[in-house]
């Protein structure tokens, strides 16, 4: 039987694999129908679909953080790939050491960039003389905390991490805001058919000239297209040229989107649709 292939930032026990093996069981998958498997980046899953994988799932933001640019600007730049459907995932930060240790005992703390932010207050009011060491997922940073001979340094990461690397919980929930939710997309090499209720991500650039992106945004408020995120990312060319990254209600294929997207690509030098999915 042949296995879908599905890839994720690894190693094992990362929030991007929890939300794989969430969806996993959401979709209905049988044990046997897949295969997943982890990339050292998120640059190396985004650039393997098509090529050694089939599906691939990437965070793309968080409640408390925003976007994560190394996504957008992925897709944005890189990637040949389509946007076939999201899913979010409540983010539950733990801290982590080989024992359990006082917090003046803890001189590093290892984690993913936005995992570190994402428990900011919580490291500065109790662990302010910690050094953050920025490592490349949550899970890396406990693998890290795991080989190190030392007791004194500790990583932040969800409740799988202490099973999987032989860790201690040394302090719970250490996330700032209860609600702490990441966005993933799940990507592959086609998007998904319209099903009523679906959302489309794509790219634009505009003109440098007054009111160039007021007329693109109005195309949308013309059709009554509901925008659901706008961000804007360096166009990597000139500073201060950006590239626009939005999410909007509707699906590519369907009225009155496939209309606004005619009038858009008529205003613009660049224009790229990533894919329209099931919200
Ligand atoms: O490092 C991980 O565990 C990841 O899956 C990456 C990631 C991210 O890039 O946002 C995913 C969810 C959390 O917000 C923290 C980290």
Redo the contacts with the bound molecule.
């Keep these: 039987m042949i296995k879908i292939k599905i890839g994720f930032?690894g190693p094992h026990g990362?929030?991007?694999e929890e939300a794989l093996d969430n969806w996993i069981n959401k979709s209905g998958l049988g044990p046997d129908s897949y295969e997943k498997i982890a990339f050292p980046t998120i640059i190396d899953v985004i650039n393997a679909v098509g090529k050694q994988i089939d599906m691939a799932i990437v965070?793309i933001e968080?409640s408390l953080e925003g976007s994560?640019n190394m996504t957008i600007d992925c897709l944005i730049h890189e990637a040949e790939v389509m946007i076939a459907g999201e899913a979010v995932l409540p983010?539950v930060q733990h801290l982590f050491a080989k024992k359990s240790i006082p917090f003046e005992e803890i001189r590093e703390v290892y984690s993913?960039p936005?995992?570190l932010f994402?428990c900011r207050k919580f490291l500065m009011k109790n662990l302010p003389h910690a050094v953050l060491k920025e490592v490349s997922?949550?899970?890396e940073g406990a693998n890290i905390v795991a080989k190190s001979p030392s007791y004194g340094i500790a990583a932040i990461?969800n409740q799988f991490l202490s099973k999987l690397y032989n860790l201690t919980v040394v302090a719970e929930s250490i996330q700032d805001s209860q609600n702490n939710m990441?966005r993933f997309y799940l990507l592959s090499t086609e998007d998904k058919p319209s099903t009523g209720h679906d959302k489309t991500t794509l790219v634009f650039s505009t003109a440098n000239r007054p009111g160039s992106l007021f007329k693109c945004l109005k195309v949308f408020a013309q059709q009554q297209l509901n925008l659901t995120k706008i961000e804007s990312r360096p166009s990597k060319r000139i500073l201060g040229e950006y590239i626009f990254f939005i999410e909007v209600e509707g699906h590519r294929l369907d009225e009155p989107l496939k209309t606004a997207l005619v009038e858009l690509k008529q205003l613009t030098g660049f224009c790229k649709v990533l894919g329209s999915y099931p919200v």
């Design positions: 930032l990362t929030f991007s965070p968080n994560v983010i993913h936005q995992a994402q997922s949550t899970a990461g990441t």
